[in-house]
Each structure stands twice: as structure tokens, then as C-alpha cells.
């Protein structure tokens, strides 16, 4: 395989674990969610959605690190 090819490669694998990511951090921020917040939420039930909507987004971005890391450590050896 020429290096033309390896390179092209290596771009579509890491445009499908991009892909792949997206999609998962979307579902982790989407499952989260349970309820509209409307004008006519009460107080506790906006809490609540607040709550667990925050604890999404620190899957989320717990999973975004882990993957900016494991991507971080395979460049580092490709190079």
C-alpha cells in the first residue's frame, strides 16, 4: 500500500470514529433528557431536569476526553 493510500486510509478511519463519537455523545446528552422545559414546569420538576440534563453532560464530556486522549496517544505513535 502506498503511503498516498495509507494516509486516505487513516483519514476515513478517523472520520468514522469521529462519526461514531458524535453519535455517541448525542445519545448520552439526548437520554438525559426527560421532559420539555416549559414556562409551566414547576420549580422542582426544572430542578430535576436540570439535574439530570448536567449529569449528561458530564458523560458527554467525560467520553469527548477519553477519545481526545486515545486519539492523542495513537498520533503520538504514528509520527
Do not use: C, F, Y
Request: aromatic share 0%.
Amino acid at each position: 500500500m502506498s503511503e498516498l493510500d495509507h494516509d486516505l486510509q487513516a483519514q476515513i478511519e478517523k472520520q468514522a470514529a469521529m462519526t461514531g463519537l458524535v453519535a455517541r455523545i448525542d445519545e448520552l446528552i439526548e437520554s438525559h433528557r426527560t421532559q420539555p422545559l416549559l414556562s409551566t414546569t414547576g420549580m422542582p420538576g426544572a430542578i430535576g431536569e436540570l439535574a439530570r440534563r448536567n449529569e449528561g453532560l458530564d458523560q458527554a464530556v467525560r467520553a469527548l476526553a477519553r477519545a481526545v486522549e486515545k486519539l492523542a496517544a495513537t498520533d503520538r505513535v504514528d509520527v
